[in-house]
Antibody, heavy 117, light 110 residues
Framework: QVQLQESGPGLVKPSETLSLTCAVS?????????WGWIRQPPGKGLEWIGN???????YYNPSLKSRVTISGDTSNNQFSLNLSSVTAADTAVYYC??????????WGQGTLVTVSS | QSALTQPASVSGSPGQSITISCTGT?????????VSWYQQHPGKAPKLIIY???KRPSGVSNRFSGSKSGNTASLTISGLQAEDEADYSC??????????FGGGTKLTVL
């Protein structure tokens, strides 16, 4: 059974960098598929942040591209998200998920990150 | 890349059928058969219910079906049940390895 688990600080100060990690079990991220980050501000819809592929290739939402970095750690079977220069608008539940071809089929439980001083 | 357009809310009575639309452009929904739909109960992670426009993952009820016409994808839920009350979101490939979600639709079972 594929499982994903997000971890990281629940509170980040404005202008700082948000850093989250997604630990994957039941499937090796180096075996294939894309691995993505999606967020959901309170009471709002889902927003795709970006994807990581086993080759190391990364793809980002154009609206966030200048602030986002996604990287993979195959030795620990996990991948990470860094979002710099955060503001209150970045407050959201952050999810990691697996993307085979079409459709994010396995999701983490999500982690709420609040941006506040 | 703009979000896909979904109605904010829809409702239906038990046993009825409802359809949720997801309107994009010729650059996303209209160009690719890569639309997926997600069901999300309050406080829970989204669950994939339709992928590649009309395919159901194993274990998803056949009461859920997907289709597409032009730049608009649709999710139909037949035989509405109380447990179907949730938020539903669509997602489409938009080219250049970019994905875009809809704003979400709240389904109320009356």
């Amino acid at each position: 059974q594929v499982q994903l688990q997000e971890s990281g600080p629940g509170l980040v100060k404005p202008s700082e960098t948000l850093s989250l990690t997604c630990a994957v079990s039941g499937y090796s991220i180096s075996s294939g598929y894309y691995w993505g980050w999606i967020r959901q501000p309170p009471g709002k819809g889902l927003e795709w942040i970006g994807n990581f592929y086993q080759s190391g290739s990364t793809y980002y939402n154009p609206s966030l591209k200048s602030r986002v970095t996604i990287s993979g750690d195959t030795s620990n079977n996990q991948f990470s998200l860094n979002l710099s220069s955060v503001t209150a608008a970045d407050t959201a539940v952050y999810y990691c998920a697996r993307l085979p071809v079409s459709g994010f089929d396995y999701w983490g439980q999500g982690t709420l990150v609040t941006v506040s001083s | 890349q703009s979000a896909l357009t979904q109605p904010a809310s829809v409702s239906g009575s038990p046993g009825q059928s409802i359809t949720i639309s997801c309107t994009g452009t010729s650059s996303d929904v209209g160009s690719y058969n890569l639309v997926s739909w997600y069901q999300q109960h309050p406080g829970k992670a989204p669950k994939l219910i339709i992928y590649e426009g009309s395919k159901r993952p194993s274990g998803v009820s056949n009461r859920f079906s997907g289709s597409k016409s032009g730049n608009t994808a649709s999710l139909t839920i037949s035989g509405l049940q109380a447990e179907d009350e949730a938020d539903y979101s669509c997602c489409s490939y938009a080219g250049n390895s970019i994905w875009v979600f809809g704003g979400g639709t709240k389904l109320t079972v009356l």
